[in-house]
T-cell receptor, first 115, second 115 residues
Framework: DQQVKQNSPSLSVQEGRISILNCDYT??????FLWYKKYPAEGPTFLIS?????DKNEDGRFTVFLNKSAKHLSLHIVPSQPGDSAVYFC??????????????FGTGTRLTIIP | NAGVTQTPKFQVLKTGQSMTLQCAQD?????MSWYRQDPGMGLRLIHY???????DQGEVPNGYNVSRSTTEDFPLRLLSAAPSQTSVYFC??????????????FGNGTRLTVT
């Protein structure tokens, strides 16, 4: 049973517009969430994270929003740039200080930025 | 700074053959792990290690062995390859044990095909 779901396998967005990637989870014990970005032929790289005590975290063009009641998080990229074209994975953990082995990953969303 | 290095990048095996996927990190990270990525499945944890001499099973350990004799190296052994082990394998490491302030650093992956 997939505890972390990314229901959109792919997304295309015009350069300069906002990209919104979504992630839903079912385990209410999850209390830390991360986004990873993956280019072809490379490993995933950490992008941004959020703790369940917050509902928003910003880092430059990237903002992650968390809605605990809906068990939903989203990643906003504004403005979108061609270099943002990649696969984005969300991940969740229920133990923030000792839980790297418990990270659960979603299936990924392929984002394509159209010049 | 090389980060996490995986070798080989590509490998083709026949059913029943054995091989070792190499992983080395030069960041003095305590935590190391192996994931496999399959279409529609996200990243699934195979084995992990919280330090030299300590290993444990992840979500999908069957058919794989690991050892951690040094902090730097964490090889993954396929004992008798099966077509179901066709996948992309990622090694990952982190300084701490939890996702909070210790996100995973991934290697660039090994694409394995078993015929």
């Amino acid at each position: 049973d997939q505890q972390v779901k990314q229901n959109s396998p792919s997304l295309s967005v015009q350069e300069g517009r906002i990209s919104i990637l979504n992630c839903d989870y079912t385990n209410s014990m999850f209390d830390y969430f991360l986004w990873y970005k993956k280019y072809p032929a490379e490993g995933p790289t950490f992008l941004i994270s959020i703790s369940s005590i917050k509902d928003k975290n910003e880092d430059g063009r990237f903002t992650v929003f968390l809605n605990k009641s809906a068990k939903h998080l989203s990643l906003h990229i504004v403005p979108s740039q061609p270099g943002d074209s990649a696969v984005y994975f969300c991940a969740a953990a229920d133990e923030i200080n000792f839980g790297n082995e418990k990270l659960t990953f979603g299936t990924g969303t392929r984002l394509t930025i159209i010049p | 700074n090389a980060g996490v290095t995986q070798t080989p990048k590509f490998q083709v095996l026949k059913t029943g053959q054995s091989m070792t996927l190499q992983c080395a990190q030069d960041m003095n990270h305590e935590y190391m792990s192996w994931y496999r990525q399959d279409p529609g499945m996200g990243l699934r944890l195979i084995h992990y290690s919280v330090g030299a001499g300590i290993t444990d099973q992840g979500e999908v350990p069957n058919g794989y062995n690991v050892s951690r004799s040094t902090t730097e190296d964490f090889p993954l052994r396929l004992l008798s390859a099966a077509p179901s082990q066709t996948s992309v394998y990622f090694c990952a490491s982190s300084y701490g044990l939890g996702p909070n302030n210790s996100p995973l650093h991934f290697g660039n992956g090994t694409r394995l095909t078993v015929t």
